[in-house]
């Protein structure tokens, strides 16, 4: 079998809600410079850059792709193409996209699925567990790849490891919906148990192959509306009626968990998905736990991030906060409940309030 | 002796720097609707209007000349005179400038002095507490109203009450300093003691005279200062060499505490001092404990004040914050750190951001 190079194809699709101000409608996390100089989908580009790989590939909504295309050009990253979805349909429908998409491009390509808003800090590790995966997926297997916990998270879901097919892959025993905090401990203290981050590698036809064992009707949609797409400067737009018509579905509900043939490589990355101020906090973090950007003036205040776009911002006394300022709009939230401030963004569409979202 | 009415005297020097940024030195919190619709200073003068009052006098900085003058046109209020001083010289040199001033406007009058930044939610209640401390004015006594304490206040100075010398009206057995909590406790479980909260009833020769006794120099420098002034418009502008050259002492340490001739009046008139955001909440603080104003969305959260003047404010998980957004500057303070605010305050000055104070 003559393999060629990895398509690293990046879904740029999500909201980023629970990172609001931040994270806005136009603007979502994984445009944004959340972590390092360089926005997320920046990085993610750049970290599937090099001799194993050809030019990502972009799934994203129909504002988001003149923003890809400016990234990419300002760190002159090429552009393999920009795949743009009418609507949000999970993943699933991306993943047969992206199938379709690679074989036409590049018939001996595998296929490497990833987010484009998650951070990774040690890029060449995850390089080297991609050319782990390699032959797994040469052999048919839908790869993923498990991150080594650091600690009893509830939420992510787990993949347990089976025995070993190749050196650095492993059968998966058991996908594990998201635990409570003692299953969790559980599986931590046991061991052989990583966070499913939702990064596969595949070639297009085990894909297609297991998707239209379990779920035929996504590859007829999915491929109508990528057959019947419209092309206009090196944009693919996918039909908008076939693809309302696709079922939303996941990519690990719909094929990694009813498959015989996943694997899974386990991953020390220095991974975070950047889900929450939590997690931002967690990763940028240096003086009294502080982690500070933009015109702040903190007083006996620690464990709190604190960033805004402009307006001076003064703490007294806090710890554990996040205090976030952009464009406008405030955020005062307890770091240990960010994961609530999606309900503002709740709030703010309950209201109409477009334009803060 | 033939007494006229009450000249309220209503000093308007405060900065009010552990209200930021909600009070800002061009506009400090006496010029503010901290509490009410109506400005303090607009509070104020509307509590010492009526039967028994001449138009108040205001003593205050160049600055705030305009506005207050601009305050009480707006609530159809007279004003007596504006007494701008050239600098700050605390609440002697006050005295002897307002009992100067009296004794010129109407020779039988006696004096109020108040400060223009306190709250007090039973103004018909203070009147009569007034009314009830005039016998002992008019017998020389320089009268102090002792608040009754709601709990151990560590923030204020304390009066012992000592014998009856009038109805309603007693003699200072001692004034206390700021106490320890052990001590304002046993204050408390004793009875008998008062908040000092720096409100006077006396006449001008009653006070010119313990002054002269033992301040000589301060009445020397004040009356200089007030006798060369500049008059314009019905502002009278203190001569700055002279008023410079006077000592800065608090009428408290100046003459009530050695005078003989010291009473108290107690009045439980709901007062209030907004000393600090947790003031200002305990006064406002509705369902779940939070006082909000302007445009806030507030999710899971609780005994918090949350204020801004524009921009949206949004809130998750806090208990016990205060979180103020004004003319562009944001703070966010534990509610029981508030006093810290003036550290804020200061930093802002050591950084030279005047635009900002």
Same mark, same amino acid.
């Given at each position: 079998?003559?393999?060629?190079?990895?398509?690293?194809?990046?879904?740029?699709?999500?909201?980023? !809600?629970?990172?609001?101000?931040? !994270?806005?409608?136009?603007?979502?996390?994984?445009?944004?410079?959340?972590?390092?100089?360089?926005?997320?989908?920046?990085?993610?580009?750049?970290?599937?850059?090099?001799?194993?790989?050809?030019?990502?590939?972009?799934?994203?909504?129909?504002?988001?792709?003149?923003?890809?295309?400016?990234?990419?050009?300002?760190?002159?990253?090429?552009?393999?193409?920009?795949?743009?979805?009418?609507?949000?349909?999970?993943?699933?429908?991306?993943?047969?996209?992206?199938?379709?998409?690679?074989?036409?491009?590049?018939?001996?390509?595998?296929?490497?699925?990833?987010?484009?808003?998650?951070?990774?800090?040690?890029?060449?590790?995850?390089?080297?567990?991609?050319?782990?995966?390699?032959?797994?997926?040469? =052999?048919?297997?839908?790869?993923?790849?498990?991150?080594?916990?650091?600690?009893?998270?509830?939420?992510?879901?787990?993949?347990?490891?089976?025995?070993?097919?190749?050196?650095?892959?492993?059968?998966?025993?058991?996908?594990?919906?998201?635990?409570?905090?003692?299953?969790?401990?559980?599986?931590?203290?046991?061991?052989?148990?990583?966070?499913?981050?939702?990064?596969?590698?595949? !070639?297009?036809?085990?894909?297609?192959?297991?998707?239209?064992?379990?779920?035929?009707?996504?590859?007829?949609?999915?491929?109508?509306?990528? =057959?019947?797409?419209?092309? =206009?400067?090196?944009?693919?737009?996918?039909?908008?009626?076939?693809?309302?018509?696709?079922?939303?579905?996941?990519?690990?509900?719909?094929?990694?968990?009813?498959?015989?043939?996943?694997?899974?490589?386990?991953?020390?990355?220095?991974?975070?998905?950047?889900?929450?101020?939590?997690?931002?906090?967690?990763?940028?973090?240096?003086?009294?736990?502080?982690?500070?950007?933009?015109?702040?003036?903190?007083?006996?205040?620690?464990?709190?991030?604190?960033?805004?776009?402009?307006?001076?911002?003064?703490?007294?006394?806090?710890?554990?906060?996040?205090?976030?300022?952009?464009?406008?709009?405030?955020?005062?939230?307890?770091?240990?409940?960010?994961?609530?401030?999606?309900?503002?963004?709740?709030?703010?569409?309950?209201?109409?309030?477009?334009?803060?979202?």
């Amino acid at each position: 079998m003559n393999v060629g190079k990895i398509i690293p194809v990046i879904m740029s699709g999500g909201a980023g !809600s629970r990172l609001w101000p931040a !994270s806005r409608q136009a603007m979502p996390k994984q445009l944004l410079p959340l972590v390092t100089e360089q926005t997320m989908v920046q990085e993610t580009a750049e970290r599937l850059s090099g001799d194993l790989f050809h030019p990502s590939v972009f799934i994203c909504n129909a504002a988001h792709a003149a923003p890809i295309r400016e990234q990419m050009k300002d760190m002159d990253m090429p552009v393999g193409a920009i795949i743009v979805e009418p609507m949000g349909r999970n993943t699933a429908p991306c993943a047969v996209v992206a199938a379709l998409h690679a074989k036409q491009s590049d018939p001996d390509a595998l296929i490497l699925l990833a987010p484009a808003d998650h951070h990774v800090t040690k890029p060449e590790a995850f390089r080297r567990s991609v050319a782990a995966a390699i032959p797994a997926a040469q =052999k048919g297997c839908l790869v993923t790849f498990g991150i080594e916990p650091n600690g009893p998270e509830t939420g992510y879901g787990y993949i347990q490891q089976g025995e070993a097919i190749a050196p650095g892959a492993f059968e998966v025993e058991a996908f594990k919906e998201k635990p409570d905090r003692e299953t969790a401990q559980a599986y931590l203290d046991e061991g052989g148990y990583f966070w499913n981050a939702g990064i596969f590698l595949f !070639s297009p036809e085990a894909l297609l192959s297991e998707m239209n064992k379990f779920h035929p009707e996504i590859v007829e949609k999915a491929s109508q509306a990528y =057959k019947t797409a419209t092309l =206009k400067s090196g944009q693919i737009d996918l039909d908008e009626a076939s693809f309302a018509a696709c079922p939303s579905e996941s990519i690990d509900y719909a094929v990694m968990e009813p498959t015989e043939n996943a694997a899974v490589v386990p991953a020390n990355i220095g991974w975070n998905d950047i889900g929450s101020f939590t997690s931002l906090h967690g990763l940028k973090k240096g003086d009294a736990g502080n982690a500070v950007k933009g015109d702040v003036i903190a007083y006996n205040t620690q464990n709190s991030l604190i960033e805004t776009d402009g307006p001076l911002v003064t703490t007294v006394g806090l710890d554990g906060l996040a205090v976030i300022v952009k464009d406008g709009s405030i955020l005062v939230a307890k770091l240990d409940a960010a994961q609530d401030v999606k309900k503002i963004v709740e709030t703010l569409k309950a209201k109409e309030r477009f334009d803060k979202l």
